[in-house]
C-alpha cells in the first residue's frame, strides 16, 4: 500500500535550519509530481512547494522563495525540505503528498525561543 512518512520536524530557535524527509512507497515515485503543504495552528492548509519526477521543475508559494528548498533523491523514495532562516510564523505541521492522491501524517515544526 501506499506509505508517505515524513520526518525531521522539532523544536527550533528563529533563524535555525531544518531539513524535513518524507520517505514513500508502494507507488512508482520516481513518476510523481511530489508536493509539500502545511497546516498552521488554526488555520487552513497552504501548498508550500512542488518538484517534478526528474528534479528539473519546481515551484514555491512565492512568500517562501528563498528561504524554502525541495529537492528529491528517486533512488531513495525520497523527498525533502529544507528551510532555512526559521520563522515563528513556519510553525506548522508539514505534510507531503504524491499528487494529492495520498498525503502522509505529517511532522510538525515549531519555531520558537
Known amino acids: 500500500q501506499v506509505q508517505l512518512v515524513e520526518s525531521g520536524g522539532g523544536l527550533v530557535q528563529p533563524g535555525r535550519s531544518l531539513r524535513l524527509s518524507c520517505a514513500a512507497s508502494g507507488f512508482a515515485f520516481n513518476t510523481y509530481w511530489m508536493h509539500w503543504v502545511r497546516q498552521a495552528p488554526g488555520k487552513g492548509l497552504e501548498w508550500v512547494s512542488d518538484i517534478n519526477p526528474d528534479s528539473g521543475t519546481t515551484y514555491y508559494t512565492d512568500s517562501l522563495k528563498g528561504r524554502f528548498t525541495i529537492s528529491r533523491d528517486n533512488a531513495k523514495n525520497t523527498l525533502y525540505l529544507q528551510i532555512d532562516n526559521l520563522k515563528p510564523e513556519d510553525t506548522a505541521l508539514y505534510y507531503c503528498?504524491?499528487?494529492?492522491?495520498?498525503w502522509g501524517q505529517g511532522t510538525q515544526v515549531t519555531v520558537s525561543s
Open positions: 503528498s504524491n499528487q494529492f492522491e495520498y
